[in-house]
């Protein structure tokens, strides 16, 4: 029998609550999704000035992050670099921009979180404070 570990609403709200500190601090609106270690959304939370757009786009950071275990800025990155569509893994749902943000602890991706509604880098920044609150919390 195969067991995993995976973020549930506990971790989720300790992302949520990183996040969207430093949002507040930065004086900054956006979307913060997390996600299982299937990629399948546990908590999603839009600011009050953020669009809607941001919305799918957190949450198919967030899938496709838990999904590759691999930040997706990388995937983006490393996908462009070789020719092929972001898509070539076969789903769709897969993005390549900036801002989500696998969970790995002890060798095993745990989940993601994704941070969508700023610039790549700035969503980046975010996400990973979100993902070092979970950890710090983490055995």
Same mark, same amino acid.
């Given at each position: 029998?195969?067991?995993?570990?995976?973020?549930?609403?506990?971790?989720?709200?300790?992302?949520?609550?990183?996040?969207?500190?430093?949002?507040?601090?930065?004086?900054?609106?956006?979307?913060?999704?997390?996600?299982?270690?299937?990629?399948?959304?546990?908590?999603?939370?839009?600011?009050?000035?953020?669009?809607?757009?941001?919305?799918?786009?957190?949450?198919?950071?967030?899938? *496709?992050?838990?999904?590759?275990?691999?930040? *997706?800025?990388?995937?983006?990155?490393? *996908?462009?670099?070789?020719?092929?569509?972001?898509?070539?893994?076969?789903?769709?749902?897969?993005?390549?921009?900036?801002?989500?943000?696998?969970?790995?602890?002890?060798?095993?991706?745990?989940?993601?979180?994704?941070?969508?509604?700023?610039?790549?880098?700035?969503?980046?920044?975010?996400?990973?404070?979100?993902?070092?609150?979970?950890?710090?919390?983490?055995?």
């Amino acid at each position: 029998m195969k067991l995993s570990r995976s973020l549930g609403e506990a971790e989720a709200r300790i992302a949520l609550d990183a996040c969207l500190q430093e949002l507040r601090t930065r004086g900054n609106d956006a979307v913060v999704a997390v996600a299982d270690n299937h990629g399948e959304l546990i908590a999603l939370w839009r600011t009050d000035g953020c669009g809607l757009a941001p919305i799918a786009i957190a949450q198919n950071k967030a899938y *496709t992050a838990a999904r590759l275990g691999r930040p *997706t800025g990388d995937v983006g990155r490393d *996908t462009k670099a070789s020719g092929d569509d972001v898509h070539y893994h076969g789903d769709a749902r897969y993005v390549g921009w900036d801002g989500g943000v696998p969970v790995l602890h002890q060798g095993a991706c745990l989940g993601a979180v994704a941070i969508s509604g700023l610039s790549g880098e700035e969503d980046l920044a975010i996400a990973e404070i979100g993902v070092s609150a979970i950890l710090n919390g983490l055995d």
